[in-house]
């Protein structure tokens, strides 16, 4: 086996994962609930995101402390666009960005973006937060 296909399947098994962990038990119950910053907070521990503080603080600056248009009118709040090379839990693209169908699918699309960014590999918050500048730059 080769060494990309070695990632693809670790990074399948991750998705699938997530998709377990977040997907359906937990969803139902965060689907009734307001995007208030309480809920979203306990959505990222839910999800068992890594360097909860760093993202819980990245959403709110990203939707305008959880106000803005893009959360009202895409149920996006960490500003995330459609990808086209990874899984995703978007259900099409409006305005340029990724469009959900409720709030608590943005933040497990950013589980699954985490996934990759990271690689499985458990970054502290400082080196969570310089990989994020660094993409930020790139992207």
Known sequence: MTRNMKYLLI??????????ICGTEIEQSYKE???TK???????????IENPHVVFAQMAIESANFGSKLKETNNNIAGMRLPNKRETTA???KRGYAFYENWFSSVVDYLLYQKMLT????????QYIAKLCKRYAED
């Open 38 to 48: 309480e809920n979203v907070y306990q959505a990222i521990r839910d999800c068992g």
């Open 11 to 20: 990074f399948a098994i991750i998705v699938l994962t997530g998709f377990f």
């Open 119 to 126: 690689h499985e590999r458990k970054l502290n918050d400082k």
């Open 91 to 93: 259900i099409g693209k």
């Open 33 to 35: 609930k307001e995007c």
